[in-house]
């Protein structure tokens, strides 16, 4: 089983990003994904979920409007389309994939907000 991210980096405030996670090793369209952050000294916290066919999407309260996560099937791939960027979205962010209570993490890819 393998979930890996990419499309980290620096971006100035009010830039965007897109976050990519590709899946393998397990049936994905089976699987609600989600993204999650983890800034230094805090805790990981849920950015933005999608469930298993698509059809249901929450965001945290901070990146509603900013944030959008999308699925293909497909592809095997999540993405996170991140808008209006600011220094306070820096974090390692994650994609997590969940059936029941079967949880796969991928490593993680920076995301660093910066003038």
């Known amino acids: 089983v393998q979930l890996v991210e990419s499309g980290g980096g620096l971006v100035q405030p009010g830039g965007s990003l897109r976050l990519s996670c590709a899946a393998s090793?397990?049936?994905?369209?089976?699987?609600?994904m989600s993204w999650y952050r983890q800034a230094p000294g805090k805790e990981r916290e849920l950015v933005a979920f999608?469930?298993?066919?698509?059809?249901?999407?929450n965001y945290a309260d901070s990146v509603k409007g900013r944030f959008t996560i999308s699925r293909d099937n497909a592809k095997n791939t999540v993405y996170l389309q991140m808008n209006s960027l600011n220094p306070e979205d820096t974090a390692v962010y994650y994609c997590?994939?969940?059936?029941?209570?079967?949880?796969?993490w991928g490593q993680g890819t920076q995301v660093t907000v910066s003038s």
């Open positions: 999608i469930s298993s066919a698509g059809g249901t999407t």
């Open positions: 090793g397990f049936t994905f369209s089976r699987y609600a």
């Open positions: 997590k994939a969940q059936l029941f209570r079967v949880t796969y």
